[in-house]
């Protein structure tokens, strides 16, 4: 299949018209990215006259205009929007992914990307760069959810009855191990020289501690909860479930774990923890999506400016930005914590995991046909 995508440097030299005569962009359609939107969901005619349109204003600009196409391959990359050269820094842009998978985890380490996905084959994939990726099969074919670094060593988890951790060196060959209880693993983090996991199935052992990816503690929650999410910073691990009764809870070293409720009733997704700051995203619940907490016990709940069920978080580069899975607007950033703004992604896809390495933001997607978004560069 071959994508083709439009840029205009300036929207005046867009301004002109296909050849059933009308206007390549429509009143108030002065950004490049309209020239993008105007292929989605149209016809092949149309899209035709679009691809015409464009030739015309090179003809007519003579500079500024560009089409890049290019077709799928294994290694996946750079057929994405706004590569080959045709974005402009800063901006979000989409890339394909060497699979077509519910991608639900990215993280960053020893220099390149690394994400996970569930069903078929090729699970995991890799990437120096953030836009040409290589595909590789799991050691075990679970329902992967989630994946960090730290210590030297990536750590992947997942559901299942076996073979729910699985780590590598360096983000190509990986070893499948057995967790110390069955449970649904949903997050993992590292900190304090300590890999730390949560799960949200199960009464007990719904925790599990190492400090070498490799040999494994269960432990109990202080309350049983289904705790989805985890992350580390300040000196404490911080994790969250949904609901707003102990749904938040907190640990020095661990091991030893204090409840707490949330400020909100709402589907807790992720945390992470930036600029002395712990901020956390809800996808499901009341309007109250966001909380925020300088030392991990104390929260206040915010409502953030689209009502969109927002998945996951990350900070870097001074910044918050985080990723939904629905709405108009999928991204949303705060240099605080407090104020933010959204701005729509490039393409509308369940966006599920983001993460911050290499001096650039990058999410991944569970459905979509560009299933990696990024910064152009």
């Known amino acids: 299949m071959i994508f083709l995508f439009i840029v205009c440097s300036t929207a005046s030299a867009c301004f002109t018209k296909d050849r059933s005569g009308v206007p390549c962009l429509g009143a108030g359609e002065k950004n490049d990215l309209a020239w993008i939107n105007q292929l989605i969901g149209q016809s092949n005619d149309r899209k035709a006259a679009i691809q015409e349109c464009a030739a015309i204003g090179l003809t007519a600009t003579g500079t500024g205009n560009s089409i890049a196409s290019s077709g799928g391959d294994t290694s996946g990359g750079t057929d994405g929007s706004g590569s080959g050269g045709s974005c402009s820094p800063g901006d979000w842009v989409v890339y394909s992914s060497p699979q077509s998978r519910p991608w639900y985890s990215v993280t960053y380490g020893g220099g390149k990307f690394v994400a996970v996905a569930s069903g078929g084959t090729d699970q995991i994939m890799t990437s120096s760069d953030g836009i040409n990726w290589t595909a590789t099969n799991a050691p075990a074919s679970n329902s992967w959810y989630s994946v960090t670094y730290g ?101 020095t070293d661990g091991n030893t774990w204090t409840a707490i409720n949330a400020p909100a009733s709402n589907m807790w997704q992720s945390v992470t923890y930036g600029g002395g700051m712990f901020v956390a995203v809800a996808d499901n619940g009341g309007t109250n999506r966001i909380m925020t907490s300088s030392d991990g016990t104390t929260w206040t709940a915010s409502i953030p400016p689209e009502n969109n069920g927002w998945i996951s978080i990350a900070y870097g580069g001074g910044k918050f930005v985080a990723v939904s899975s629905d709405g108009t607007n999928r991204i949303m950033t705060s240099s605080d914590g407090s104020s933010w703004s959204v701005s729509a992604a490039p393409e509308v896809n369940n966006w599920s995991s983001i993460t911050y390495g290499g001096g650039k933001f990058l999410a991944v997607g569970v459905s979509g046909i560009k299933q990696i978004l990024t910064i152009c560069e």
């Open 151 to 251: 210590g030297g060593k990536f750590v992947a988890v997942a559901g299942g009855l076996t073979n729910t951790i699985m780590t590598s060196t360096d983000g190509s060959t990986w070893t499948a191990l057995n967790a110390p209880a069955n449970s649904m693993w949903d997050a993992v983090t590292y900190g304090g020289g300590k890999f730390v996991a949560v799960a949200s199935g199960g009464m007990t052992n719904s925790i599990m501690t190492s400090t070498d990816g490799s040999t494994w503690t269960a432990l109990n929650p202080p309350a049983a909860s289904p705790w989805t999410a985890i992350t580390y910073g300040g000196g404490k691990f911080v994790a969250l479930a949904s609901g707003s009764s102990n749904s938040i809870m907190t640990s």
